[in-house]
């Protein structure tokens, strides 16, 4: 499943989802992600590796800081940048989707950046796009945000040594987060000792457990010894569809402060994909506090998303030595 | 004309007949079943050898699009496609557009289906006018015009008090209620099984209880207003356990499951497979097992099509904004045979679900191998293997999940009143 991720000769064609992907490409990714992260810190921020290609972000959901992260990284790489921002309401269905593609492929497109509300939307893009074309998802309804849980991984390795002997908990809107599904399955594959889970039961997915994690509705007990605590960002709207009775309750029974905090290792990070809504998930004290590597996470972002783009539009050589 | 089918194995569910004799066809109608009758002259001679000889098939429910959505399929092109699949005798649930709410539009679907004259249309008429679950459609006048049935489609009547009162008028005038259960906002918030694979997939899950509570909702009415009901497309096997109970008590309660939950599980969505988006959605394999056990313990009576089809972009983009339905009329039969030869069912309880029990659920005098029926005969060859291929469909709807399914069992001959209209 998922196997048209990668090129028959194993290389990465589109990055959709981690599910699948082995762990020598995990580690592949931020070890070349290691090597990017020296260029911010440069005089000159760039290096000639996708000089002559031309990406699309195609952001049919809002988003400020991954599609920036995503741009600053290609332009790092020398790419060329467009930038479309589609407002779903626009743009009927399904047909409209397809056509806005084959119209942008029409202009010669290496690469799509996707990002859309509908779970499974970049997948079909992957389907319906040219042979020549890379697609990276940058966040699909529910269901993936690869290059969010690769930046996470990378920061979690920049703390710990070892994956095997981590206990990670990840704390909130399970559900309805494509970023904890894609984080799960690269804990997983990285060989993370525990993965657990702390939320109500309405907002964690039905058979969670299928998943491969431990599932806690208590934060004392759940955070008790973790060595990382990843904090979702909870989408206000959830208090509508009676998942929640309030921002207030779900602050005092699943907020990260200071006392919660105290369960976990001394010296475990804190971590949160953004956009933070203060006291509401986390305590500012905590999100600004010494634990915290969350702007961290930022900067790692564009260093992963260098090594995801170099690494698919590498693979494009794959295609073009079969067609000759 | 005068016809004769030579050398096949008849086989008559109702009678639990199964022989190798010869079927003669006068006049429309089946004259008699034997070795040889003397002085008769066939205009035409069928050779079936090697070959099953059955009643037409019944589908309890197809959706042929005509009136209201003519450019996805016409009654013309669906009952092509039906007879194909070997399918005489069709029910139309009400959801067309405009709906069966009054007698025009069942004698414009009867005209249509006349003027194409190859598969008996049957109507179910509205419930409640427009479908809307508020006022009582005119069951009277849709009953006299031809309906076998009333419904509310696949619109859920929320609002009991219509329900029990829809129910009871039913109930006077002796109609078949058909229910498509489904508790409308478990229902409405879902596009799949809410399981393990919605939860891998992050899509929005449609519990098993969406059915469940629909279907005890339901027998309680059914139970208090004494009307006769059926219940469409059960997919769950905990709904299937409830109408097993309610049967042994003795309701008169019938149902039937779609071809596909036989074969199909949540697991089959795979990488977002819209073509196998569907409602009610598929489920867990043990809900397979379970409606499969159904079908042998005789408390789901029938197999049928839930054909619907749909135009090539309603299942192009992302899975949750993909119509749901399936196109089914081609694969009715072979897939329901592939039961047999994987020794889920026996021959002649899975041709009993397509034929006689389906037409005695309509109340009509079809589905049966008999002297002086309509000559409705299906003649199908059991080794015909050959790949499933949507886009060969007769139907306008190529949308099936079953492409590249191998298959045994295919239509050879379709007779409807005993008229060739289908020969492969």
Redo the contacts between chains.
């Keep these: 499943?998922?196997s048209n991720q990668l090129t028959e000769q194993g290389h990465l064609r589109h990055f959709l989802t981690i599910?699948g992907l082995k762990r020598p490409l995990l580690t592949e990714i931020m070890d070349r992600a290691e090597q990017f992260s020296g260029i911010g810190h440069r005089q000159v921020k760039k290096v000639p590796l996708l000089r002559g290609k031309t990406i699309v972000n195609l952001f049919f959901e809002n988003s400020t800081r991954t599609r920036s992260t995503f741009e600053l990284a290609a332009k790092r790489l020398s790419a060329d940048v467009m930038n479309f921002n589609i407002n779903t309401s626009a743009t009927s269905?399904?047909?409209s989707?397809?056509d806005t593609l084959h119209n942008l492929e029409a202009m010669h497109t290496d690469m799509f950046v996707v990002r859309?509300n509908?779970?499974?939307?970049a997948?079909?893009i992957a389907q319906h796009v040219a042979p020549y074309v890379s697609v990276i998802n940058a966040g699909?309804?529910?269901?993936?945000h690869p290059t969010q849980a690769m930046l996470d991984m990378f920061t979690i390795r920049r703390h710990k040594q070892h994956f095997a002997d981590l206990r990670v908990a990840i704390v909130g809107d399970i559900l309805h987060s494509?970023v904890a599904?894609s984080q799960i399955q690269a804990l997983s594959t990285l060989g993370v000792g525990e993965i657990r889970v702390i939320g109500p039961q309405t907002l964690l997915?039905?058979?969670?457990h299928?998943?491969g994690v431990h599932v806690y509705h208590d934060m004392a007990e759940g955070l008790e010894g973790v060595d990382v605590v990843i904090t979702l960002r909870l989408q206000l709207e959830r208090m509508q569809g009676a998942l929640l009775p309030s921002a207030r309750e779900y602050y005092r029974c699943f907020g990260l402060t200071p006392e919660k905090l105290r369960y976990a290792k001394p010296d475990a990070i804190v971590m949160h994909p953004g956009p933070i809504n203060r006291g509401v998930e986390i305590a500012s004290s905590v999100a600004d506090g010494p634990q915290s590597v969350i702007l961290e996470q930022v900067t790692h972002g564009i260093a992963i998303r260098m090594a995801v783009m170099s690494m698919a539009l590498g693979s494009q050589s794959d295609f073009y030595e079969a067609e000759a | 004309m005068r016809m004769v089918i030579t050398g096949g194995r008849v086989i008559d569910p109702a009678s639990q007949l199964d022989t190798q004799q010869s079927v003669y066809i006068d006049n429309g109608k089946i004259i008699a079943i034997n070795d040889h009758l003397a002085d008769f002259y066939a205009d035409l001679t069928i050779d079936a050898g090697g070959m099953i000889v059955c009643p037409g098939l019944v589908d309890l429910s197809a959706r042929l699009r005509e009136p209201g959505q003519e450019h996805t399929a016409t009654i013309d092109s669906e009952t092509r496609a039906a007879v194909a699949g070997g399918i005489t005798t069709l029910a139309v649930p009400p959801d067309t557009d405009p709906v069966i709410d009054n007698p025009a539009v069942v004698e414009l679907i009867e005209d249509r289906a006349k003027k194409a004259g190859r598969v008996m249309v049957l109507t179910v008429g509205a419930l409640t006018q427009k479908l809307d679950g508020q006022l009582l459609a005119e069951m009277a006048a849709l009953k006299q015009a031809g309906c076998v049935g009333v419904s509310n489609g696949l619109n859920a009547i929320k609002n009991s008090v219509v329900w029990r009162r829809a129910l009871e008028y039913a109930s006077t005038l002796d109609l078949t209620v058909f229910i498509n259960a489904a508790d409308p906002w478990l229902q409405k918030q879902g596009c799949v099984h809410e399981g393990t694979v919605s939860a891998r997939l992050g899509l929005s899950g449609i519990p098993e209880s969406a059915e469940t509570i629909s279907v005890s909702r339901d027998l309680l009415l059914i139970e208090q207003s004494g009307v006769r009901a059926h219940f469409h497309n059960i997919s769950s096997g905990r709904a299937v356990k409830m109408i097993r109970e309610a049967q042994e008590r003795g309701l008169p309660v019938t149902a039937d499951v779609s071809a596909h939950h036989l074969h199909l599980c949540e697991h089959d969505l795979g990488n977002y497979d819209a073509l196998s988006h569907v409602l009610p959605p598929l489920r867990s394999v043990r809900d397979r097992e379970q409606l499969q056990q159904g079908l042998r313990d005789g408390v789901l009576q029938a197999i049928a099509s839930h054909h619907q089809p749909l135009d090539a972009d309603a299942k192009l983009g992302p899975f949750a904004e993909t119509q749901p339905g399936i196109s089914a009329l081609e694969t009715l039969l072979p897939l329901t045979l592939k039961l047999v030869e994987d020794d889920e069912l026996d021959l002649l309880t899975a041709l009993a679900t397509l034929t006689c029990q389906p037409a005695e659920i309509l109340g009509i005098d079809a589905g049966q191998l008999k002297i002086g029926a309509s000559a409705d005969i299906c003649i199908i060859n059991p080794d015909a293997h050959f790949e499933c291929w949507p886009r060969q469909f007769i139907s306008a709807g190529k949308n099936s999940p079953f492409s590249g399914w191998l298959f045994r069992h295919q239509a050879a001959y379709t007779l409807f009143q005993g008229k060739l209209v289908y020969q492969r």
């Design positions: 499943m998922h599910e269905k399904g047909e989707l397809l859309h509908q779970s499974g939307a997948e079909f699909d309804g529910c269901h993936a494509r599904r997915p039905r058979d969670c299928t998943m």
